[in-house]
């Protein structure tokens, strides 16, 4: 048999190999385009979808990599949007909204429950064929965001490996010995724990590293996160909480995707409905949007219901003299 070792030059290979794009893990991203997805379906948070755009495009481009693209802490109240970011990164990046895994961690609150789900029972015992949550779709599809919502409730097991994962862009099933890969992967906590904290110790604040070194110092400070998983995150941010004109542009948004699904074009909504809308969210939740698309629903489904077995295409939505809904086919 031939000798290997003289078959060809392998130092000489090995330059070129790394010169080459065989071994590269880098991508392009349009930066332009992915800011306007993440625009047309996140308002009021400009200056973190710039920035997360701008993160992106640079860590994907990087030849070598044994992480993940990017790690990112979300912080900030509930209901402004921290989770329709992920989604909107992964629909934009991967393809498919579908392609996020999600973990809520308050149910990976126990060691063993957590470890058993997320990468799979030891073997022999129960549902150990199955795999882990977390590792046994990586394996059929490496190219996933994975979010983990409300990471203050987890075990600090599950920060273990968290470690290894943002770390080493790999994870071990328990019940396989097989290694899950995450070098292609984004990784997304969100925590809305201390977002008044935050928000008090960096009012006033304008500069993007003071207020990141305040928020960090103030994670390590309360105990929310060991030292090493911060050292692990790319970015921080800061959601800020929503305010009257934002929650109206959002409300058009949510009116635009519910008439699409009843496959009108919406062409124009009066301000007085949407200021109905406004008042009704604000009665039943003061802080947050989470009824808004409830609210909507009821306001505007019946009409759009109605349009859709007339097969319109188009609607505007006026009122009349006493403030009741009055709808226009376009
Ligand atoms: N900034 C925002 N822009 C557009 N929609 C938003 C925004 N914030 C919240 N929403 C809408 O409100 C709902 C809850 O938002 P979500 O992203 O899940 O909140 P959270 O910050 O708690 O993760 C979703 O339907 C989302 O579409
Ligand atoms: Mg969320």
Partial sequence: MADLKKMTDWEKLGKMIEDSSLDDKSH???????????NSRIRGQDAILKDVARLVRLSWKKKDRNRPICSLLLLGPTGTGKTELAKAL???????EKDMLRFDCSELANADMAKSRLTGSSVGYQGSESGGQLTRPMFANPRRLILFDEIEKADPLVFDLLLQLMGDGRLTEQSSGKTADFTQAIIV???????EEVAKATAGMKDYHE???????????QKIFRPEILGRIDKVYQFKPLAGMVIAEIATLKIAKLGKEYGLEVEFVAPELLIQALEANLKVSKFGIRELERILFDIFAPSL?????KKEKKVAFEVDPSGKIVCRPG
Avoid: C, F, M, P
Avoid at 90 to 96: A, C, F, I, P, V
Avoid at 189 to 195: D, E, K, M, Q
């Fill in 90 to 96: 992964t629909e934009h990046l991967y393809g498919n």
């Fill in 211 to 221: 207020i990141l070194n305040a928020i960090k110092t103030l994670l390590a400070e």
């Fill in 28 to 38: 392009d991203v349009d930066e332009t385009k992915l800011l306007a997805h993440l």
């Fill in 305 to 309: 219901a109605e349009l859709r077995d």
């Fill in 189 to 195: 906590l969100t925590s809305n724990a201390i977002a």
